[in-house]
């Protein structure tokens, strides 16, 4: 059973940059599907951030206008996300997740999710 | 893309509820349509994936469907729990970018 868990810092300061990463275990990332990232503010409903598949395609929310950066580590079997130039709308719960690719622009559900690590952005 | 939930519902144990989700570009059947349910404090689960499959071990209670003629998706609720008061969330994309809608607070009083 695939099983997903958030790490990074909890706390950010405002302009740095938010490193989380997600380890993934149960299932190797080599073998498909796309691997996300989603956050969601506090109170407020479910951002995606964006997904990357380990052959490189790479897809990303335009909100975030540049800002984020998600990369995989085959070897460690985990995947990350960089958040430039953060400020306080960033703070949020961040979930990372597996999204089933069923080719060309189909795809089905988020059928795996992290527990969610809060970060929180202070000024 | 743009999918657009009641912000809120509710219902009394055992009766019906059905939750909306509006496509307002494009068409509804162009692309799969996901509904999550969560809890406070917890990651989101699918209760249907594919406009109407269940995943194993979610009740049959949950049903999904899609509605051309009003460019939506639905989620219905039948006998309704105490347990089943949680927020839902439907999901789709549209070239490779993935749209959650707000959310609907679902609460069985």
């Known amino acids: 059973q695939v099983q997903l868990q958030e790490s990074g810092p909890g706390l950010v300061k405002s302009s740095e940059t938010l490193s989380l990463t997600c380890d993934v275990s149960g299932y190797s990332i080599s073998n498909g599907y796309f691997w996300s990232w989603i956050r969601q503010p506090p109170g407020k409903g479910l951002e995606w951030i964006g997904s990357m598949h380990h052959f490189g395609m790479t897809y990303y929310d335009v909100s975030l206008k540049s800002r984020a950066t998600i990369s995989i580590d085959t070897s460690k079997n985990q995947f990350s996300l960089k958040v430039t130039s953060v400020t306080a709308a960033d703070t949020a719960v961040y979930f990372c997740a597996r999204v089933h690719y069923c080719g060309g622009d189909c795809y089905s559900n988020f059928d795996s999710w992290g527990q969610g690590l809060l970060v929180t952005v202070s000024s | 893309l743009i999918l657009t939930q009641p912000h809120s519902v509710s219902e009394s144990p055992g009766k019906t509820v059905t939750i909306s989700c509006t496509r307002r570009s494009g068409s509804i059947a162009s692309s799969y349509v996901q509904w999550y349910q969560q809890r406070p404090g917890s990651a989101p689960t699918t209760i249907i994936y594919?406009?109407?499959?269940?995943p194993f071990g979610v009740p049959d209670r949950f049903s999904g469907s899609i509605d051309s003629s009003s460019n939506s998706a639905s989620l219905t609720i039948s006998g309704l729990e105490t347990e089943d008061e949680a927020d839902y969330y439907c999901q789709s994309y549209f070239s490779h970018i993935q749209i959650f809608g707000g959310g609907t607070k679902l609460t069985v009083l």
């Open positions: 594919e406009d109407s499959q269940r």
